[in-house]
């Protein structure tokens, strides 16, 4: 493989390795024989070669009664046998003996046989083996008979086949047969490939598998060549990128043959390119007198990014995001993609900075958004947040950084309920991939949507598809909101598109929350009864882990960590869990409190420093967890901010806010005081915003457009905080964050 800075690599696996369909070389009449010694190795012994040429093998045409050939075979006319010992590099140096003979339609060695199959015979003389040793005997097929005992050199090789380890023996019969074949039949190569048009280096792989007339794979020897080598031949269009071919690391070229399983070759890319640009492969064996042959074509096309000013495609992909709210659009692009590709994004060390949804669009291509996440920070920003965008073949990562000066002024609070069905219950909210606001309905049954624009939006409501009662929402990977809803001892997990159809999934259990994992794999926890940690597939079907969870514990919130494992709250456990993608639990016990009281932590969310922090909703207190947690002594990994009680009370859901503080519904007494709190990530200010009386606040979740959004299960409204930030900010977008449910106790 070669490295030329700035240059793609693609190579062409040969595994187009021929040798034909020499399959069945079985020896014929074995008998025994007198061993003999070594000085005997001089004399020679008659072997004879029963060689079958097939015929040709057909198939019906679809939507006929008529047979049409899938393949003839080649036109043999010459046979070179050549003898090694067994094991040996067949070269003229190892070579034992050789022979032509003419198998020619109609020749005398195959009794004047015509047409197919015809069964000719071979005879060589060559020297006994002895102590255990054995002859290799490589069957060489042409499409010109043998002049002069020799094949002619302008003669066209046809195919290979080895019949190894062969004893030859005084005293036996020393026969065997070997099948003959022909060239290709066909290729099978992907339609569709994709190196990363990003300006670093890659290496990838197209198999290009050749088939013989009986549609199996041609193989050959180490040293053997292909029954019928394949050319290559490599075109581009649009764009402003350039490509070429190299074979076995000679000049760069635009065709190459490829003739030996030992051949190497190599599509390298320049990583310049515009969206539009593609190249494609075509590979062609020819047929050999008007039988056999193949052709395909394989595309080959950049996966590309591009976005606005902020977004730089080339030397490393970056995107420089201007602080709170900032919200990006990133195209996603490949030139002859079928309609079937799909495109997935997913983002590593990100939690303090940035997050991107999911890909809307497949084909040739799609967008994603990346929004801002609320770290405060000042230059030079922080570094480290990597998105990574695939096509399950090929990946390009952005690094993205954000700095800002933060929140500013006092929020100021606004409650909605135009559209809303009075005493409908409103509890998990989130943000859907339309940009709205999504939230359940629990004592309604419904599934609401407020649009997270304007002074005064209105709902719309949706009815789910079991007719439970919903709790908790989250968007999945298939651009769906799911959520889980119970109804009696009938529990599932439904999922309802952005124009209200829904789909439920029956659950052996009350599900609670739900979160996706990077890969966009749905988790959800199982409150009460037996307590578990679940998946779910698209289209249905759970799977359950409870090894390492405590009996008894009811896991609720549930979220994805900066590290990529899923952090759970256990609220009658009083510990925080962690379970990783292959489903391994580990627990932390959360340190008792001066209260003497059962903490029940309840909600659990990644903060922006890359911490995780939850609520304890019977202790009246916000406690965090790094992903570094070790469970030898958690006193020393968890911090409660016990100097910070609450003075209102039952912290129930907690969010990342936009200007990098933790949020979080204070649910007190139902017909109570009611507040929204605010933390900042080292405990050192509490604000706390009273909402009034019998307002119950449960979800939370920071918006699209830079502000909190809650819901009022009491007092049946949505609620928001909008923040003032830096005249210099742009007050679009967070990240889809947390959240809530009402707590079913």
């Known amino acids: 493989m070669i490295a030329l800075g700035r240059i793609a690599i693609v190579t062409v696996a040969a595994a187009v390795i021929a040798g034909c369909s020499a399959k069945s070389m079985t020896p014929m009449l074995p008998g025994s024989g007198d061993a003999v010694g070594a000085d005997q190795r001089q004399s020679r012994l008659p072997v004879t070669l029963h060689l079958v040429i097939p015929g040709p093998h057909r198939h019906r045409q679809r939507g006929s009664n008529q047979l049409r050939p899938r393949f003839v075979s080649a036109s043999t006319n010459g046979v070179l046998v050549q003898v090694y010992p067994h094991g040996?590099?067949?070269?003229?140096?190892?070579?034992?003996?050789?022979?032509?003979?003419?198998?020619s339609s109609g020749s005398a060695a195959c009794d004047g046989m015509k047409g197919y199959p015809r069964s000719c015979t071979a005879s060589i003389g060559t020297p006994p083996t002895a102590n255990g040793a054995s002859d290799d005997f490589v069957v060489t097929t042409y499409d010109t008979a043998p002049s002069h005992g020799k094949i002619p050199d302008a003669a066209n090789l046809l195919a290979v086949g080895n019949a190894s380890g062969q004893t030859i023996t005084l005293g036996k019969q020393n026969a065997f047969t070997v099948f003959l074949g022909g060239v290709v039949a066909s290729l099978n190569a992907p339609a569709f490939t994709s190196m990363p048009a990003d300006g670093a280096t890659h290496t990838m792989t197209i198999a290009i598998d050749p088939e013989d007339f009986g549609n199996n794979p041609i193989t050959a020897g180490t040293h053997d060549p292909f029954a019928n080598p394949v050319s290559i031949t490599l075109t581009e269009s649009g764009g402003s990128g350039h490509a070429n071919l190299t074979l076995n690391n000679g000049a760069p070229a635009t065709h190459v043959t490829v003739s030996h399983s030992s051949d190497s070759v190599v599509l390298s890319y320049d990583g310049v390119a515009l969206n539009g640009y593609n190249m494609a492969l075509s590979l062609h064996a020819a047929a050999v007198r008007g039988t056999g042959g193949a052709s395909e074509s394989v595309n080959v096309s950049p996966l590309t990014l591009s976005g606005g000013s902020e977004f730089t495609p080339t030397n490393g992909a970056s995107l420089a995001l201007n602080g709170n709210g900032d919200m990006q659009n990133i195209t996603v692009s490949e030139a002859e993609a079928p309609n079937s590709q799909q495109y997935y994004t997913s983002g590593a060390n990100c939690a303090a900075i940035a997050d991107a949804s999911g890909v809307v669009g497949s084909g040739t291509g799609g967008t994603f958004h990346v929004f801002a996440r609320g770290m405060i920070s000042t230059p030079p920003p922080l570094s480290g947040c990597v998105i990574s965008v695939t096509d399950s073949t090929s990946t390009v990562k952005v690094s993205v950084t954000n700095s800002y000066s933060g929140i500013l002024g006092t929020p100021t609070i606004s409650e909605f309920s135009t559209g809303l069905t009075a005493a409908s219950g409103p509890v998990g909210i989130t943000v859907g991939p339309d940009g709205a606001m999504w939230f359940a309905q629990c004592a309604a049954t419904q599934v609401g949507r407020i649009p997270a624009t304007g002074s005064s939006p209105t709902v719309a409501e949706y009815s789910t598809p079991s007719s439970g009662y919903p709790q908790n929402l989250w968007p999945g990977i298939d651009g769906n909101l799911w959520f889980s809803e119970s109804t009696g001892s009938n529990h599932y997990l439904a999922k309802i598109s952005t124009r209200g159809s829904g789909t439920a999934y029956s659950v052996d259990n009350a599900p609670y929350q739900l979160a996706t994992d990077s890969s966009g794999q749905m988790w959800f926890t199982v409150q009460g009864g037996p307590s578990e940690i679940g998946t779910i597939g698209v289209n249905g079907g759970a799977t359950y882990y409870t090894s390492g969870l405590t009996s008894g514990s009811n896991p609720r919130g549930?979220?994805?960590?900066?590290?990529?494992?899923?952090?759970f709250a256990e609220f009658s456990a009083d510990k925080i869990g962690k379970i990783t993608t292959a489903g391994v639990i580990t627990e932390f016990t959360i340190?008792?409190?001066?209260?003497?009281?059962?903490?029940?932590?309840?909600?659990?969310?990644?903060?922006?420093?890359?911490?995780?922090?939850?609520?304890?909703?019977?202790?009246?207190?916000?406690?965090?967890?790094?992903t570094t947690a070790s469970t030898n002594d958690p006193n020393d990994d968890i911090t409660v901010f016990s100097s910070k009680t609450l003075q209102y009370y039952n912290p129930s859901h907690i969010t990342t806010g936009p200007?990098?503080?933790?949020?979080?519904?204070?649910e007190g007494p139902l017909n109570g005081s009611n507040d929204v709190g605010r933390i900042t990530t080292d405990g050192a200010?509490?604000?706390?915003?009273?909402?009034?009386?019998?307002?119950?606040?449960?979800?939370?979740?920071?918006?699209?457009?830079?502000?909190?959004?809650?819901?009022?299960?009491?007092?049946?409204?949505?609620g928001r905080v909008s923040i003032q930030t830096s005249s210099a900010l742009k007050p679009r977008a967070s990240h889809r964050t947390r959240f809530a449910a009402r707590d079913s106790r």
């Open 659 to 666: 200007d990098g503080a933790l949020w979080f519904t204070e």
């Open 685 to 718: 200010t509490l604000n706390e915003y009273y909402l009034g009386s019998s307002k119950a606040p449960f979800g939370i979740s920071s918006g699209p457009d830079g502000a909190i959004w809650f819901t009022e299960f009491c007092a049946g409204k949505i």
């Open 591 to 626: 340190p008792a409190q001066a209260c003497s009281c059962a903490l029940n932590p309840l909600d659990i969310t990644a903060g922006p420093d890359g911490d995780l922090y939850f609520t304890l909703y019977g202790g009246d207190l916000i406690g965090k967890i790094p």
């Open 558 to 567: 549930i979220t994805l960590g900066p590290d990529g494992n899923l952090w």
């Open 88 to 103: 040996a590099a067949q070269t003229p140096a190892n070579l034992i003996t050789q022979g032509a003979v003419d198998v």
